[in-house]
């Protein structure tokens, strides 16, 4: 599942992203300033996920998360 949005609307809509993810399953995220990885990295392990990998350039992030539980 691929998300390319702003901070707000990654954490609004995580729940629902987790959702449709199984076990083992893939998030990437990108379109996010890179002093908010914190904060969503932080939300996506709340709900089971970890980081796999993360890229930074000129202060935008993609990130991969991949669903644990």
Do not use: Q, T
């Not at 083992?24 to 939300?43: K, Q, R, T, V, W």
């Not at 709900?47 to 644990?68: D, P, Y």
Request: aromatic content about 10%; some cysteine; overall charge negative.
């Amino acid at each position: 599942m691929l998300a390319n949005i702003h901070k707000n609307v990654i954490l609004g809509d995580l729940p629902y992203y987790n959702e449709a993810l199984h076990a083992g399953g893939n998030l990437l995220l990108s379109g996010f300033y890179s002093e908010d990885l914190p904060d969503i990295s932080e939300a996506c392990e709340a709900l089971g996920m970890e980081i796999e990998k993360f890229i930074v350039k000129e202060n935008w992030v993609a990130a991969r998360f991949i669903k644990i539980k």
